[in-house]
């Protein structure tokens, strides 16, 4: 079988981000079947861009054909990104017919960030006689209105809206990432097509190698190293540093530890990242450290340096219809208890007893939850660490996502059929 996945960030080991493309994308070949992975040349959540020359540029990475369609830099959340979008699903469906009789895929799978994408992916499954599958990761144009703060109104937030219709209307079937966005999704135009839910996973392979395998970086390792001398209680977040990820919440619930040899790691980048670094440097803030972005292979060992993790999410009624973020099925696999501050229709960190959760952007129930946590035994705390390890391995490995979406496909492939 011949499947195309396209999202604009898509990624891979060698670039960074996104990984869960690559990742299901890996395991289709290993199944056996032909992958092709399109994408825009640059994404800000990459380590690196691919070097692009012309507006489409191929590159195999570990048997996956990608194909970059050249697009614009841009440095935030504005007009330079907006651009980026019109341009990117512009080239991606004037390229359309190109790619469908290169690749000639059997399904579609439109992956994108916004439903803009799914119009040039529709018009590649139809030039290649292929079925199409809708992949929702975030709520178009509901994630903007709800976080972004824009009004229904906004001629982009009516575009998105249009683009969200058609895509459901459209689609052959939808796989998403959210437990509870069918009703809202019918609403919509999905009517009675099917809809599959296949969260986010783990690589189990980057678990099972030696601390010796992947070193960290001398100086974190130093740093990991000298807290750890002074016997301090080492919180860690890796992943995005995004105003969504309210990580200004973790950050001042650890100011006011400062006297609890409390200390924050966070690790990553993100378009807030330079705004916290400020605030942390204007308030004299000691006891929080800012470490890079990391290869996906190293968060294991880096994980493993820590006593407790965190992840947040502002408040928002957007997270009822479910989250599955990847650091929190990484933060299960690292088997550390985890402090989830996000309010959200599902809650995976008391589904796995693995942790505390608290409401989101609380700073006093952040301050209890670190102190409770650092008031138990270690092996109280192992105890809740292998909690949530035991559930990732059981609900969250690659293996059995892969399976579970080749089912997906292979029911939107034959559905219909006399």
């Not at 290993?30 to 959540?45: K, L, P, T």
Request: hydrophobic share 40%; proline share 4%; with cysteine.
């Amino acid at each position: 079988m011949k499947i195309l996945f396209e999202s604009d960030l898509a990624g891979s080991r060698k670039y960074g981000m996104t990984h869960r493309i690559y990742q299901f994308s890996e395991e289709f070949i290993r199944r056996g079947h032909e992958v092709m992975i399109v994408g825009a040349s640059y994404s800000h959540v990459r380590r690196e861009n691919p070097i692009v020359k012309d507006i489409i540029t191929k590159e195999n990475i570990n048997e996956i054909e990608y194909r970059w369609i050249k697009s614009p830099k841009y440095q935030r959340n504005g007009l330079d990104r907006v651009i980026h979008m019109i341009i990117y699903n512009f080239r991606l469906w004037k390229n359309a017919k190109k790619i469908a009789d290169e690749f000639k895929p059997d399904i579609v799978i439109a992956a994108g960030v916004t439903p803009l994408d799914f119009i040039g992916c529709n018009r590649i499954a139809k030039k290649a006689n292929a079925k199409i599958l809708l992949e929702v990761g975030d709520l178009w144009p509901l994630t903007p209105i709800e976080i972004g703060g824009y009004s229904r109104k906004h001629p982009f937030i009516q575009i998105m809206q249009q683009a969200e219709n058609y895509a459901y209307a459209h689609t052959d079937g939808v796989v998403s990432l959210l437990p509870y966005a069918h009703e809202y999704m019918k609403k919509h135009g999905l009517k009675d097509k099917p809809f599959f839910y296949i969260p986010n996973g783990v690589i189990t392979s980057n678990w099972i190698k030696s601390d010796h395998e992947i070193a960290i970086k001398k100086e974190y390792l130093d740093l990991f190293k000298k807290l750890k001398n002074k016997g301090a209680f080492l919180i860690g977040y890796t992943g995005a540093h995004g105003i969504a990820n309210s990580l200004i919440s973790i950050i001042k619930a650890v100011e006011k530890l400062r006297n609890e040899n409390v200390y924050l790691i966070l690790i990553g980048s993100g378009l807030e990242k330079e705004n916290l670094i400020n605030y942390c440097v204007a308030n004299h803030i000691e006891n929080v450290h800012f470490f890079p972005q990391i290869p996906k292979e190293c968060i294991p060992i880096y994980l493993k340096q820590f006593d407790i993790l965190y992840i947040g999410l502002q408040p928002c009624n957007l997270f009822k219809y479910g989250i599955s973020p990847n650091k929190i099925f990484d933060y299960m696999m690292a088997g550390k208890p985890i402090i989830q501050a996000i309010d959200a229709g599902n809650n995976l960190v008391k589904e796995a007893n693995c942790g505390i959760d608290v409401e989101p952007e609380n700073i006093d129930q952040l301050i209890a939850a670190i102190l409770k946590l650092k008031s138990l035994t270690p092996e109280q705390r192992t105890q809740l660490g292998k909690n949530g390890k035991e559930y990732v391995l059981k609900n969250h490995s690659y293996d059995i996502l892969t399976d579970k979406y080749l089912e997906s496909i292979s029911l939107i492939i034959n559905r219909n059929k006399n």
